[in-house]
């Protein structure tokens, strides 16, 4: 994502995105930041696929074009729902 993009995600589902991450990985949310890499936490590629998939199903959106690898973080998340809701915009 490029730096003049800003993010639009409602906090509620912020707080939603950042639950199913912890249940999936099963991390207390108190330890896991914005910028907390996943593998650092003990993410391999099935826990990605999971997250992955999870968050299509719970938001309705479409990641297809996302790679696995590009999930590493909360930000990384709110960035790709943002894009597949087409709300990323500039600033």
């Given at each position: 994502?490029?730096?003049?993009?800003?993010?639009?995600?409602?906090?509620?589902?912020?707080?939603?995105?950042?639950?199913?991450?912890?249940?999936?990985?099963e991390?207390?949310?108190?330890?896991?930041?914005?910028?907390?890499?996943?593998?650092?936490?003990?993410?391999?590629?099935?826990?990605?696929?999971?997250?992955?998939?999870?968050?299509?199903?719970?938001?309705?959106?479409?990641?297809?074009?996302?790679p696995?690898?590009?999930?590493?973080?909360?930000?990384?998340?709110?960035?790709?729902?943002?894009?597949?809701?087409?709300?990323?915009?500039?600033?």
């Amino acid at each position: 994502m490029a730096t003049s993009e800003r993010i639009v995600i409602a906090e509620v589902e912020r707080q939603r995105m950042k639950e199913l991450v912890c249940e999936i990985l099963e991390l207390d949310p108190e330890g896991l930041t914005d910028s907390s890499l996943f593998k650092e936490h003990g993410a391999d590629s099935l826990g990605l696929l999971e997250i992955h998939a999870s968050l299509e199903q719970e938001f309705s959106i479409s990641l297809e074009q996302l790679p696995l690898q590009d999930l590493t973080n909360l930000t990384a998340v709110y960035a790709a729902v943002a894009t597949a809701r087409g709300l990323a915009g500039e600033q």
